[in-house]
């Protein structure tokens, strides 16, 4: 029972996780939305999976044992931030696009870095830190919109003015 708390809020991030993935397909084109989600999804534990190997960040509790990653940040929170960041930059220029990102990785590199220092959740060893999730997160975000853009321009599917 000595990791209660940390158990505790990993169960609350998965509901508000599937909550909030629930909520976010709602709004079209959830074709989008889906396949932005998949794609950070993918990215997210590719990376991590590398990071983790290379014993830049450890995750000492974990709902799901038979993970080293943290299965319900590269599976679902992540992946739902840069589907909100999407949605939000929809229709933005470049400028705006690359502002936007701050507004999404700068919520969560404080985030982090309070999980980091006040639980066992997420530990940075070997120089990893805050602010190298901080610009690693901004540029994924980055890559993601730029992905969304590239297929819809494939696609020649016309940016709707919902």
């Keep these: 029972m000595k990791h209660t708390l940390e158990k505790n809020i990993l169960r609350v991030l998965l509901i508000f996780g599937i909550i909030s993935f629930i909520n976010l397909m709602r709004k079209p084109p959830a074709k989008d939305w889906l396949l932005i989600f998949l794609f950070k999804g993918f990215i997210s534990t590719l990376l991590d999976n590398i990071i983790v190997k290379k014993g830049y960040i450890k995750y000492p509790i974990n709902l799901f044992k038979s993970f080293d990653i943290s299965f319900i940040f590269d599976y679902l929170l992540y992946p739902i931030n840069c ?12 400028l705006g696009i690359i502002v936007k990102s701050f507004y999404f990785t700068i919520p969560m590199a404080v985030t982090e870095y309070f999980l980091e220092k006040k639980t066992s959740l997420i530990k940075f ?9 901080f610009w690693t997160s901004s540029i994924t975000l980055l890559m993601s919109r730029a992905f969304i853009a590239i297929v819809r321009k494939a696609n020649n599917i016309p940016v709707s003015k919902n």
Excluded at 85 to 91: G, I, S
Excluded at 125 to 133: I, Q, V, Y
Aim: glycine share 4%; net charge positive; charged share 15%.
């Design 83 to 94: 589907v909100y960041y999407n949605q939000v930059t929809k229709k933005s220029n470049i």
């Design 125 to 133: 060893k070997n120089g990893w830190n805050s602010f190298t999730s």
